[in-house]
């Protein structure tokens, strides 16, 4: 019942029931249940195009006359329609509803909301990490358990922590700041320029002053309306974002640690790049690419020093093996420049404090996991179409037994045990 023209679908990926015009579909898409991409799509995968789904509506002929572009993990709810052209960070969540106007949001891991009731868009940064972890972790998980490629000639990356996603979280760190300051100097009527309201916000929300909790906090040039953009928890959406940089630091960390089996951290310090870059990346089909050798590729095939497919394909593997070394480059940079520490001189009691730190999230995580797979067996409106709990678990299964969730427990246990491992080889304290 599909009907896909004109369009590349991805590894891993499965279109059912749909009609498909145009469109760039990267690995690991899921859509089905009657949708509609009625303009040119480019959809960067793991992705989940639920029942009725309209993309790209309001558009003024059948041709490919604008464009919707959507970040890997992009989840629109049930009968979400959107204007084009729209661009979407990654894991970004739609709740079902006609959105009038085209949208660029620039905020990933957040909850699109239409209020029409108050004639605003509302955005909810960092919701899949406060509120839906379970589904986060379980989906980067089944991706990879999932992929069945038999020739996997593509690096494709599934976990939710990356280069493209980091960045994201990056950029959404600096709004964040903007347009708290702003709304903070609103509220007490002051005038203010751009820079003013950056560092106003800055300290407001490093801080966790609990002021934040109480403004109005607006954002610009989001949709293509003049009504209200808001932004709601703002501030634990800017701690959590932070946390989960620093994690993604530090496991980088690890894991180079573990390869290489360092002796002492001065012999770690050592091996450390000197001044490791962030840089943008691009997701090229599901795999991520520094948009710096990205730009060579277009060059090498404008000047016709890559002549052919199996060229380009090369290119591609041969970025790949190049792709662990790169993600742990960005992963220091973004250690570094969260935390303000030059990771060449880190001390032991720096250490210390990231492994303490990293440890603490990753209970937290696994906490979270849990939690919000919980809330499915104590929903009353979840357990009122069964007699009995016995009934609900010979269903569902029960909550203790989900094995997703006893293996992010004994992940946790082993993550520990690896933590305190690393601490007396390396003499820290405990």
Known sequence: GARLINSYLGNN????????????????HEQHHNNSFLCAALVMGQSNIAAGATIGSNHNSRGADGEVVMGRGFWPGLCV????????ASFSILTKGDYPSELNIPFPFSLISND????????????????????LARNAWKYVDRDKRTERHQRLEFDFLAPDTVNEMFSSLHLMETFTGKAYHTSIKKQGNLSEYTIAGKHLLQNSNKIVNQLEILAENIENSK????LIKVLPAYKVFEEMIIYYGVTQLLQFIKENDFASLKELTAALPARPLRGEWANVGGQLIPTHDLDILKEKIRTGKIKSWDAVHEYYRAQGEK????????????LSEITGIHLKQLDAHQFTNLLNGVVATKEWITKGIYDSR?????NPYRKMVYESIGEMNEVLGKLEDNSFIKHQLA??????????????KFRLKA
């Not at 329609?81 to 979407?88: D, M």
């Not at 009504?227 to 808001?230: F, G, P, V, W, Y």
């Not at 992940?411 to 007396?424: M, N, P, T, V």
């Open 13 to 28: 990926a499965t279109i059912s029931c749909c009609e498909v015009l145009n469109s760039l579909i990267f690995p690991a």
């Open 81 to 88: 329609s959107l204007k084009h052209n729209s661009k979407f």
């Open 116 to 135: 029409v009731t108050n004639s605003q868009l509302v955005i909810m940064p960092g919701y899949w990490f406060l509120y839906n972890l379970y589904a």
């Open 227 to 230: 009504r209200k953009i808001l």
């Open 323 to 334: 792709y662990p070394q790169q993600k742990l480059k960005h992963a220091l940079a973004s």
């Open 374 to 378: 919980a809330k499915d067996y104590s």
């Open 411 to 424: 992940e946790l246990k082993d993550f520990k045990k690896e933590i305190l491992s690393l601490k007396k």
